[in-house]
């Protein structure tokens, strides 16, 4: 499984936008882009996916690097609700339906 | 549309004791995975399954783990006999295709 870097933590206050990075340098062609999110005592829930392009979704927004090596997620307005681990993970096309989680990048809110 | 139910929530059991979990998954849903999650980390497969087949269990310690999915609906995860080590906390998701798995609240446990 291709492997994914992120920050350990990230800090942002209330309704500003937030950027959550991820590096993926060893991407494969043929890898899906999947970000998913923790809140505090809840299972996983996810955000959005993406292969090449830019996508948008109610939750955020997924922008992908030209080279694919990398991409960020974009929540535009955080609120205290977006206070969670979030996980880029890499998913291969066609193959299984395994996500491999890293560590995430836990996420505060300031009010 | 109801979510992935999981019990019991929380569960403190004594070392070498059985346990087990339970898990419904979204109406649907065929595919039905088992996580483990340790404190701090992400979780971690430990099986999948199609239906009622177990297609991935390769992460499954099958010495004290076993799981079934009887009717390929609910499912089950046992562990026999637990270990300190075991306590985590145990995911429960389910997908009817690839791009989005859907999580249940989890079970946390506790081995004393």
């Known amino acids: 499984d291709a492997k994914t870097t992120q920050p350990n933590s990230m800090e942002s206050n209330e309704e500003e936008p937030v950027h959550l990075p991820c590096n993926h340098s060893t991407i494969s062609g043929t890898d899906y882009i999947h970000w998913y999110r923790q809140l505090p005592s809840q299972g996983p829930e996810y955000v959005i996916h993406g292969l090449t392009s830019n996508v948008n979704n109610r939750m955020a927004s997924l922008a992908i690097a030209e080279d694919r090596k990398s991409s960020t997620l974009i929540l535009h307005r955080a609120t205290l609700r977006d206070a969670a681990v979030y996980y880029c993970i890499l998913r291969a096309q066609g193959g299984s339906e395994k996500l491999v989680f890293g560590k995430g990048t836990k996420l505060t809110v300031n009010p | 549309e109801a979510g992935v139910v999981q019990s019991p929530r929380y569960k403190i059991i004594e070392k070498k004791q059985p346990v087990a979990f339970w898990c419904n998954p979204i109406s649907g849903h065929n595919t039905l995975y088992w996580y483990l999650q340790n404190l701090g980390q992400g979780p971690e497969l430990l099986i999948r399954y199609e239906n009622e087949e177990a297609v991935d269990d390769s992460q499954l310690p099958k010495d004290r783990f076993s799981a079934e999915r009887l009717k390929g609906v609910d499912s089950t995860l046992k562990i026999q006999p637990a270990e300190l080590g075991d306590s985590a906390v145990y995911l429960c998701?389910?997908?009817?295709?690839?791009?989005?798995?859907?999580f249940g609240p989890g079970t946390r446990l506790t081995v004393t």
């Open positions: 998701a389910s997908s009817k295709d690839r791009n989005e798995q859907y």
